[in-house]
């Protein structure tokens, strides 16, 4: 059965540094979708992209954050300038079919559990 | 600011019995309903989703949808321990394909 695939599963990295996560979407899907999860805590929406564009984003989502999709399988999540309360687990999620707020299953990755020191 | 609300729990119930989840949300002209499964340490893994208002049923579960009373359900038969779990309901408000999760209900299933 295809599934999203994300790596590292786990990441570790000094205040300051940029990390990058990264996300295999399932291959006939067509958006993808960043959410992350702080520890006890809701998983909250931050970025969607559809055709090589940010089709919606959250106000988590600011400057510090990037996406990008570079190459025909991957996904990518691009932290800058990471801060403690980055802390969290970041999911990455894929939807096959488009219509706006129907038929949106989205199907969820493993998740980066990043750690900022 | 569009949201999704879930009693934390924990839900207790004991194996064999029927377990009962609920979520409102508060956008009127929200469209899709889906209902999550959340291990501690694991990734949501969807369950079912509901459009239609009335039951939806597979396997164990069903759904439940009330849009007038814009409230969704989860009942579970036959509850197994390994059924112990977060479950979090997701919204997708109209205008968005993006999800509001609720903050999930812990059940914990007796043996």
């Known amino acids: 059965e295809p599934e999203v695939t994300q790596t590292p599963s786990h990441q570790v990295t000094q205040m300051g540094q940029e990390v990058i996560l990264r996300c295999v979407p399932i291959?006939?899907?067509?958006?993808f979708y960043w959410y992350r999860q702080i520890l006890g805590q809701k998983v909250e929406f931050l970025v969607s992209?559809?055709?090589?564009?940010?089709?919606?984003k959250s106000e988590i989502f600011d400057d510090q954050f990037s996406v990008e999709r570079p190459d025909g399988s991957n996904f990518t999540l691009k932290i800058r300038s990471t801060k403690l309360e980055d802390s969290a687990m970041y999911f990455c999620?894929?939807?096959?079919?488009?219509?706006?707020?129907?038929?949106?299953?989205?199907?969820f990755g493993p998740g980066t559990r990043l750690t900022v020191l | 600011q569009k949201e999704v609300e879930q009693n934390s729990g924990p839900l207790s119930v004991p194996e064999g019995a029927i377990a009962s989840l609920n979520c409102t949300y508060s956008?009127?002209?929200?469209?899709?309903f889906f209902w999550y499964r959340q291990y501690s340490g694991k990734s949501p893994e969807l369950i079912m989703f509901?459009?239609?208002?009335g039951d939806k049923e597979d396997g164990r579960f069903t759904a439940q949808l009330n849009k007038a009373s814009q409230y969704v359900s989860l009942l579970i038969r036959d509850s197994q321990p390994s059924d112990s779990a977060t479950y979090l309901c997701?919204?997708?408000?109209?205008?968005?394909?993006?999800?509001?999760f609720g903050t999930g209900t812990r059940l914990k299933v007796l043996a």
């Open positions: 509901i459009y239609s208002n």
């Open positions: 956008d009127r002209g929200s469209q899709s």
């Open positions: 997701a919204v997708v408000p109209s205008g968005t394909y993006k999800y509001i």
């Open positions: 291959s006939n899907h067509l958006y």
């Open positions: 999620a894929s939807s096959e079919r488009t219509g706006r707020g129907i038929y949106n299953e989205q199907f």
């Open positions: 992209f559809y055709n090589n564009e940010i089709s919606e």
